[in-house]
């Protein structure tokens, strides 16, 4: 599961609720049903599947764990909505240059990952440490070894308690792209002097609210 902002896939979505634009508190993670009647994916049509992997294609700006600046892309994910979260939720909260005044929404994108891959799960290597300033560089060499014989990493998440991560370098790994629901990461607004802190909120897709009412219709 990898969380994409919405404005890359889809530049015109806007979460409306009664006809309004989606305002109000946000939520931390307990509270958001991440599972249930209505949660369906839907396949992504062929000009959305590109923009997913536009991620492979593209040097990033900013460091990453298995890539640096100017580095080739890397296609990162959790394999679970949850880890997929945290892990975006941290770097909102953390990152430099990251401005803590408007929502940001993310479509919530599945895909199916195989081939051979570098697993960490169960072992420690200091490109796991959760300070990035010691697992960065220690990813960055990692990674450098690993693409020459793997498909990419899979390691347990720094962000996520018992969560995982993969981050693939070999672009035919990834198939089967379904688009999920849209998550907005919202500012929590803390007394001064607290750390900043996003909230999130998780929306119905059309097709999901279509699908609920139908299913309610039947059972009455």
Request: with cysteine; aromatic share 8%; proline share 6%.
């Amino acid at each position: 599961m990898r969380l994409i902002p919405a404005a890359i896939l889809e530049p015109r979505l806007r979460l409306v609720e009664h006809g309004n634009v989606i305002e109000g508190q946000a939520f931390d993670l307990g509270s958001i049903p991440l599972e249930g009647p209505g949660t369906r994916s839907r396949k992504a049509s062929p000009a959305l599947s590109t923009k997913v992997m536009d991620s492979f294609h593209y040097s990033t700006m900013a460091r990453n764990r298995f890539n640096d600046v100017g580095d080739k892309g890397v296609y990162y994910a959790g394999t679970t909505l949850p880890a997929a979260i945290e892990e975006i939720r941290w770097h909102l909260d953390n990152d430099e240059g990251v401005p803590f005044d408007k929502t940001r929404v993310y479509r919530a994108v599945s895909a199916k990952v195989s081939g051979r891959f570098l697993d960490l799960r169960g072992t420690w290597e200091m490109a796991l440490h959760p300070d990035t300033e010691k697992g960065y560089p220690a990813g960055h060499r990692m990674a450098a070894k690993a693409r020459e014989v793997c498909d990419g990493i899979i390691y347990p998440s720094a962000r996520h308690l018992d969560g995982t991560c993969v981050a693939v370098f070999n672009p035919e790994a990834v198939s089967d792209i379904r688009l999920g629901r849209c998550i907005s990461f919202e500012p929590i607004k803390e007394r001064e002097g607290l750390p900043r802190r996003f909230g999130y909120r998780m929306h119905a897709q059309p097709h999901e609210i279509r699908a609920a009412q139908a299913a309610m219709q039947m059972q009455a």
